[in-house]
């Protein structure tokens, strides 16, 4: 999976629950959890999302990330 899909992918999971768990994500994007604490810790690195305990949210990066996304391929 490209990371584009990805962050698109957490972006609707947030919109429908604001506050997922790994387990959350981890399901929704069909991967191990293996591979779901490194991307989630990237993504909390990089300010695509935020960790709120054992909860992580949308962070400030995630619609620009998305924009400049969808832009590159208009």
């Known amino acids: 999976r490209a990371l584009g899909d990805i962050f698109q992918a957490l972006k609707l999971r947030f919109d429908v629950e604001p506050a997922q768990t790994v387990a959350d994500i981890r399901d929704h994007l069909s991967i191990?959890?293996?591979?779901?604490?490194?991307?989630?810790?990237?993504?909390?690195?990089?300010?695509?999302?935020?960790?709120?305990?054992?909860?992580?949210?949308?962070?400030?990066r995630l619609e620009m990330i998305l924009a400049e996304h969808q832009s590159e391929h208009d």
């Open 32 to 60: 191990t959890r293996k591979y779901a604490i490194p991307l989630l810790e990237y993504c909390d690195r990089v300010g695509h999302t935020t960790r709120d305990g054992d909860r992580r949210r949308a962070g400030d």
